[in-house]
């Protein structure tokens, strides 16, 4: 998992606030995916992007969830108007090639709503 | 959705002893794959497996892709202490457009 960089890797945030997840991939990846994962639980998959463009979003809530991966800069998982259910542990996988058995995983951002 | 079934939840074993856990599916996978999450971690690929049958060894790791397709184990032999973590099965459908399905995990102790 060298290489992929999620920050911040603790966020806090107040019920109706907006949070911004950043991932920066392996460089030279063009595939992210982001996943949650609750406590005690496996990890399931929210959205894969390539670059400038959402591939499948099927795993994402369709309200106040937003994901980006722009042509420069890292992709980002926006969450608005936080609710405590939204406390979690999101990661991050980059891969090169379409398929992601072989996709490298973030250390995660730990969201946590208050 | 697709779901996986991971046995067991939790294991509390002696260093030294052998380790197994599985994963079983309704539906078939292409590809399954093992990772390992420690505290605070992202999850580390251990094992991919990408043909029915297949048995595949990563030092004192062995796991093996089911011939239904629908299922897979993963064996640690002579567990030692850095073993301690959370294992986690995956599945591929394939396709490319879509993400991983995990298992729930299976909690790995290891007594002095």
């Known amino acids: 998992n060298a290489g992929v960089m999620q920050n911040p890797r603790h966020l806090v945030r107040r019920r109706g606030q907006e949070a911004r997840l950043r991932c920066s991939p392996v460089k030279g990846h063009s595939h992210v995916y982001w996943y949650r994962q609750l406590p005690e639980e496996g990890l399931k998959f929210m959205v894969y992007l390539q670059k400038e463009n959402i591939i499948d979003e099927s795993g994402m809530p369709k309200e106040r969830f937003s994901a980006e991966f722009p042509k420069e800069g890292p992709s980002i998982l926006r969450i608005q108007q936080v609710v405590r259910g939204d406390s979690a542990a999101y990661f991050c996988?980059?891969?090169?090639?379409?398929?992601?058995?072989?996709?490298?995983f973030g250390q995660g951002t730990r969201l946590t709503v208050v | 959705g697709q779901q996986l079934n991971q046995s067991p939840q939790s294991m509390f074993i002696q260093e030294g002893e052998d380790v197994s856990m599985n994963c079983t599916s309704s539906?078939?996978?292409?590809?399954w794959l093992w990772y390992k999450q420690d505290p605070g971690e992202g999850p580390v690929l251990l094992i991919a497996l990408y043909k029915a049958g297949e048995l595949t060894s990563n030092g004192r790791l062995t796991a093996q892709f089911g011939i239904t397709r629908k299922d897979s184990f993963l064996n640690i032999s002579a567990s030692i202490p850095s073993d301690v973590g959370i294992y986690f099965c995956?599945?591929?459908?394939?396709?490319?457009?879509?993400?991983?399905?995990f298992g729930k995990g299976t909690h790995l102790i290891i007594q002095p």
């Open positions: 995956a599945g591929d459908s394939g396709g490319g457009a879509d993400g991983l399905t």
């Open positions: 539906s078939i996978f292409n590809t």
């Open positions: 996988a980059s891969s090169t090639i379409t398929g992601n058995t072989e996709a490298f």
